[in-house]
């Protein structure tokens, strides 16, 4: 459904009018429908497309917020295990340990890697990294990656077939980091992601330190929105 706005001459009050209707709507005199108009002259001055909802009463609903309509908003440290909703990646880190061990971190550094997956729709809007005792120098990068096997959209617009997981947005390249920030340095902004991450799509998080750094901790906390925040009794994906 479209919403358009258009401007038209009624031949019987002499007047011109704006209005704006729906396309299922029909362009009449707002003082008397059976007024002749100039129907040569009937101009879309502009249009609101598919994406506007309207009521039952066929007024548009202004939602003053990013969330899509249907879903429900979220914050996780985690992603889904498989055939499930939530228990899956953690995204909680401790510089001390070996678990989550980045393969290759830049010189001098050493970092931890999270691929935090989701079994349904997410759109992503934003998110906070909480942390204790990081040392000067520590950066974060996240990033959106296509998994092997999928597809996903060139620069040029031609699909084209992942033969390894590819990074296709880095959505924080460096973002540095240090101290102690319990309360979270929360990475805002005002929108989310246009179209849903599907599954076989993940994100990458991934967080470098010092070599020398052994004392710090820490977690990142991001906001989505989805469909479906768990299963059902007897339900299964």
């Known amino acids: 459904m479209e919403l358009k706005k258009y401007n038209f001459h009624c031949n019987n009050c002499g007047l011109n ?4 209707l729906a396309d299922t709507e029909e362009v009449v005199c707002p003082v008397n429908s059976a007024h002749t108009l100039d129907t040569a002259n ?16 066929n007024k548009m609903e202004v939602i003053a917020e990013s969330r899509p309509p249907g879903t429900i908003t979220c914050f996780t440290s985690e992603g889904d295990a498989p055939n499930t909703i939530w228990g899956g990646t953690q995204l909680l880190w401790d510089s001390s340990s070996n678990d989550d061990t980045h393969p290759n971190p830049p010189a ?9 997956k ?4 997410i759109w ?3 998110g906070a990294i909480y942390h204790m005792g ?5 950066w974060c990068r996240m990033s959106v990656y296509c998994s092997a096997g999928e597809y996903y959209i060139d620069n040029a617009g031609t699909p084209q077939l992942a033969s390894e997981d590819t990074a296709v947005s880095v959505y924080i390249p460096k973002h ?18 246009r179209e849903p991450l599907p599954p076989g799509y ?7 330190v010092p070599e020398s750094d052994i004392t710090s901790t820490g977690h990142v906390t991001i906001e989505i929105y989805r469909e479906r925040t768990c299963l059902l009794p007897g339900e299964t994906l």
């Open 118 to 121: 989701f079994n349904t729709n």
């Open 108 to 116: 001098g550094m050493k970092g931890k890697i999270f691929d935090v």
């Open 134 to 138: 990081a040392v000067h120098g520590s």
């Open 17 to 20: 009018y704006i209005q704006w």
């Open 124 to 126: 992503l809007k934003e």
């Open 176 to 193: 540095y980091f240090r101290g102690d920030v319990p309360m979270g340095d929360e990475l805002n902004t005002e929108g989310c992601t």
């Open 42 to 57: 009937i101009e879309i001055v502009t249009k609101i497309g598919t994406a506007a909802v309207f009521s039952e009463h």
């Open 202 to 208: 993940f994100l990458r998080i991934e967080i470098f």
